[in-house]
């Protein structure tokens, strides 16, 4: 069982920047996928950022030139640097991670992910 544990969240105001952290732990140094999620209260789980063992990313639409997703495979830590906050970001962040093949086009998809975190809450205010 994968343990993903979500930092970093906070409120900032619109142009500012936090970076997110997900400590993981549980997995051995196989395929996996991990990702960043958000949910805006009243609307659907959507994805912001994903990696995968190599390194490959993928990213939303909506935070790309903003955001970038890292991860450091020695503290097996996963990082979300956002950068230029918008109104809009504002939502519960939540770090997620999967062990089995994923096609590319499904990185991004939420139900395509097994293990969560908890969620670490993100306020952009004007």
């Known amino acids: 069982q994968v343990q993903l544990v979500e930092s970093g969240g906070g409120s900032v105001q619109a142009g500012g920047s936090l970076r997110l952290s997900c400590a993981a732990s549980g997995y051995t140094d196989s395929n996996y996928y991990m990702g960043w999620f958000r949910q805006a209260p009243g609307k659907e789980r959507e994805g912001v950022a994903a990696i995968n063992r190599r390194g490959w990313i993928s990213y939303a639409d909506s935070v790309k030139g903003r955001f970038t997703i890292s991860q450091d495979n020695a503290k097996n830590t996963l990082y979300l640097q956002m950068n230029s906050l918008k109104l809009e970001d504002s939502a519960m962040y939540y770090c997620?991670?999967?062990?089995?093949?994923?096609?590319?086009?499904?990185?991004?998809?939420?139900?395509?992910?097994?293990?969560w975190g908890q969620g670490t809450q993100v306020t952009v205010s004007s």
């Open positions: 997620a991670a999967r062990l089995s093949l994923l096609s590319y086009e499904n990185w991004l998809n939420p139900r395509e992910y097994n293990n």
